[in-house]
């Protein structure tokens, strides 16, 4: 570490001269590309607001994590993210209700149980700082852990990613292709169950949706193919957050929510090309 | 290596598909009740039944959809039983996303193999493809967006997957809904040269009962379970017919 902080702040940035600003933009430029990755899918199976409800759920793994007196939470955060994840997934195949019910019925109990128990004798502005997240704590060490959740996410993806595709288009030419399409939707929900719960403390619970939506949405726009879906997303994901961090730095804002404006900006000018190009074709 | 083993398996190393005591439920309803059949390789086996009458739900039974009670079990000719039989499906209409960044091309070859196809598409492949696309003559579809294309493009789109690699079993489920009587036509011309030349088994299910009777070996009635079997014409003449259609012919 103490290599690349003298590498990156012999550059003539102020921002660089900082070792947590080096920690966050390394931070980012380590989760922007796993949740682009992973967004790519999530907008293909209209999970958007399961990995809202996903996010949200962080409140109760924290509220677990210090009833069975963890000392650091972020275990019974993935854990409980995995479990959510995974009955969210079930239920929805009883098909008692639409998708979005059932996840708003787990999203409302999974806040509500958090902040009850966090708020117990009065204790609930501790937590408050993860509802906006703060990039700027991170350590080195949670780098390695996210550097590690990446490649490993990388591998399952890459492992997956056709399967995933054609269940996404259609679930019965999967199934007849003998692809299990429970067990490899279940894979893809357990990745990203792990993968928000572990950046959830640095990019916000209200905020942490958007980082996992909006490259992605903004890359559609504007791909026509699997190819350009992911690499837009990639490079759109990676370059709204890096700019997004450095505008927060001189604006001092949030970081997660700089990021986020800067994507919106980004999604409205792609949106804006789709609709250049459908006219220039029609 | 894998064109001999993959020609002598479509020399029908299957024999047939059986079915027996075939249950399916949904919750207290049950949708398929005790059905027993056979589908015979080199035969075109068309399902028809009333709205209802768990046609689809007997199909997504077999390509392991659907959970069920009962067999399903496929033999090859020695009565082995063939674990992992290659089938293949042709949806009744494909409903997805139309606004999915998908090329024809990633859809076909994320079917067909593990490559994943955000990376680039190696040379074999991409032949390949577009050699079994001019086949149907529609290699301009290669780079063509999947939203994008008509619902004749499609059904062909879906009939080269089904076909690759040549399955035991080919699954039809109203194949062709939407497409004129020509495009009818070559579809069905289409599937009768590949029951002959690799004598596969073909399920077909269908509301089209001239084209039933154009081109299937044998009828299968049902409505929960098999009301009648047999040649088409038997079946067509049945009391069992006449009471699931009315006297329409």
Redesign the interface.
């Given at each position: 570490m103490e290599i690349i902080y003298s590498i990156l702040s012999a550059f003539p940035f102020e921002f660089l001269h900082y070792k947590f600003m080096i920690n966050a933009l390394i931070a980012v430029i380590v989760i922007t590309p796993l949740f682009a990755m992973l967004g790519t899918m999530a907008v293909?199976n209209?999970m958007a607001f399961f990995s809202d409800a996903l996010g949200h759920s962080a409140f109760t793994g924290i509220a677990i994590g210090i009833l069975i007196g963890l000392k650091n939470p972020v275990l019974s955060m993935v854990a409980f993210g995995i479990l959510l994840g995974l009955i969210i997934s079930r239920v929805k195949y009883f098909k008692t209700a639409s998708t979005d019910t059932i996840i708003s019925v787990f999203s409302s109990i999974s806040v509500a149980l958090g902040i009850v128990i966090l708020s117990k004798n009065g204790g609930f502005s501790k937590y408050s700082s993860y509802l906006i997240g703060d990039i700027l704590i991170v350590t080195p060490k949670e780098i390695v852990l996210m550097l590690i959740t990446l490649a490993i996410s990388y591998l399952v993806?890459?492992?997956i990613?056709?399967?995933l595709?054609?269940i996404?288009?259609?679930?019965?030419?999967a199934?007849?292709?003998?692809i299990n399409?429970i067990f490899i939707e279940n894979i893809f929900v357990i990745l990203l169950a792990v993968s928000v719960m572990l950046s959830v403390k640095w990019i916000g619970i209200l905020t942490i949706n958007s980082f996992l939506i909006l490259p992605p949405a903004a890359?559609?726009n504007i791909?026509?193919?699997?190819?350009?879906?992911?690499?837009y997303s990639l490079i759109i994901g990676l370059f709204c957050g890096v700019t997004g961090l450095i505008i927060s730095f001189y604006a001092d804002t949030s970081a997660g929510a700089t990021i986020v404006l800067t994507s919106s900006f980004v999604y409205f000018l792609t949106l804006l090309i789709n609709q250049i190009r459908k006219t220039n074709t029609a | 290596m894998s064109t001999n083993s993959s020609t002598y398996h479509n020399n029908c190393g299957l024999c047939r598909v059986d079915i027996q005591n075939l249950y399916v439920k949904n919750h207290n309803d049950i949708i398929i009740n005790n059905i027993n059949l056979s589908l015979h390789c080199g035969e075109l086996t068309a399902i028809i039944g009333r709205n209802g009458a768990g046609k689809t739900t007997l199909l997504?039974a077999i390509?392991?959809?659907r959970s069920y009670s009962g067999n399903i079990v496929f033999k090859s000719h020695d009565d082995k039983i063939i674990k992992?039989p290659v089938?293949?499906?042709v949806?009744q209409q494909?409903?997805?996303?139309k606004?999915?960044?998908?090329?024809v091309?990633?859809?076909m070859?994320?079917?067909k193999?593990?490559?994943?196809?955000?990376?680039?598409t190696t040379k074999n492949n991409s032949n390949d493809i577009k050699q079994k696309l001019k086949e149907l003559e529609c290699e301009y579809l290669y780079?063509r967006?999947?939203g994008n294309i008509s619902g004749g493009e499609l059904q062909k789109v879906?009939l080269i997957?089904a076909l690759d690699p040549m399955p035991d079993l080919l699954?039809l489920d109203e194949p062709v809904s939407g497409v004129d009587a020509v495009g009818l036509d070559i579809f069905y011309k289409k599937i009768i040269s590949i029951r002959d030349k690799y004598h596969i088994a073909i399920v077909l299910v269908s509301h089209d009962l001239n084209i039933i009777k154009q081109y299937a070996d044998r009828a299968i009635l049902i409505d929960k379970t098999v009301i009648a079997q047999g040649s088409v014409d038997y079946v067509f003449s049945s009391k069992a017919f006449k009471n699931s259609f009315g006297l329409i012919e």
């Open positions: 293909n209209k993806w890459f492992k990613y056709n399967r595709l054609l996404s288009i259609n679930s019965s030419l199934a007849s292709r003998g399409c890359a559609r791909a026509s193919n699997s190819k350009q879906y992911h690499f | 997504k390509i392991n959809e992992k089938i293949g499906y949806p494909l409903i997805f996303d606004s999915t960044p998908i090329s091309s990633n859809f070859l994320s079917a193999n593990s490559r994943p196809v955000w990376l680039s780079d967006s999947l879906l997957m699954i």
